[in-house]
């Protein structure tokens, strides 16, 4: 038995609703919760309004993490966002998946294999999809079914492990049952074992959608489902983190 935290954080470039750029509010709440594996999405690289820096570079620097991976979207007038995913266990491969549909806005979908190494020197395979999808209701089932008919979505067994997380923006879960009902996912970041009362993320100040979700397939059992409840993380971002912990079998 294993035990895994994940974490699904909007950042928002780490400029809060008090329009201040502040990273280190982003780094002191995900370092009160330790994730051992964080998706993050609009992550800045190279833009002015976060100093020029490298956000993913950044905030695993400020936290810890030894591994991470990068997936630019949307190219600015200087600089780059997209989402990143941080890990403690080593990252063996990944691929930014382009979910851009024409006259939309571009989004992508980050794509990293991770090996989970056991104590008898072993390791475990676990894919990991780190998303945000579009605004609009049309655009996000058809990015979804692009991103399962992908080759590396495609290639996994039903009872491979398997992590599917981000901004959904989602406003009414009209996404969750193609993951729970079509694909066998369990959703991770509901109140309750279905995926009908998701923990409201957006806006962090006053949440009224849950937009962020953690989906998980194969050999997990859902251990513990939160939402972040820092008073910090009500301005760190306009988005709250959701968080499961999860025993893997």
Request: glycine content about 6%; charged content about 25%.
């Amino acid at each position: 038995m294993m035990r895994l935290r994940v974490m699904s954080y909007n950042i928002h470039r780490a400029i809060g609703v008090d329009r201040l750029f502040r990273p280190e509010r982003i780094a002191r709440i995900i370092k009160h919760h330790e994730p051992d594996l964080l998706l993050l999405q609009e992550v800045d690289v190279g833009v002015p309004r976060s100093r020029n820096l490298d956000l993913a570079e950044e905030l695993a620097g400020l936290c810890g993490y030894p591994h991470r991976a990068l997936g630019l979207n949307v190219a600015l007038t200087k600089g780059h966002y997209g989402n990143a995913t941080l890990s403690r266990f080593p990252i063996v491969a990944e691929r930014n998946i382009d979910l851009t549909l024409p006259g939309h806005k571009a989004r992508g979908c980050l794509y990293t294999a991770l090996e989970i190494p056991e104590s008898n020197g072993k390791s475990r395979p676990l894919a990991v999809f780190n998303l945000h999808l579009g605004l609009s209701f049309n655009e996000r089932p058809r990015q979804v079914g692009n991103l399962v008919k992908t080759p590396e979505f495609a290639a996994l067994a039903p009872d491979d492990p398997c992590i599917v997380g981000g901004d959904f923006n989602d406003w009414f879960t009209r996404l969750s049952p193609m993951f729970t009902e079509v694909m066998d996912f369990k959703c991770a970041s509901s109140h309750q074992e279905d995926f009908q009362s998701p923990y409201l993320t957006y806006p962090s100040f006053s949440p009224t959608g849950g937009l962020d979700k953690i989906f998980v397939r194969g050999p997990f059992a859902i251990v513990k489902r939160q939402r972040c409840r820092m008073q910090i993380s009500k301005i760190a971002s306009d988005h709250l983190p959701v968080l499961a912990d999860l025993d893997w079998q």
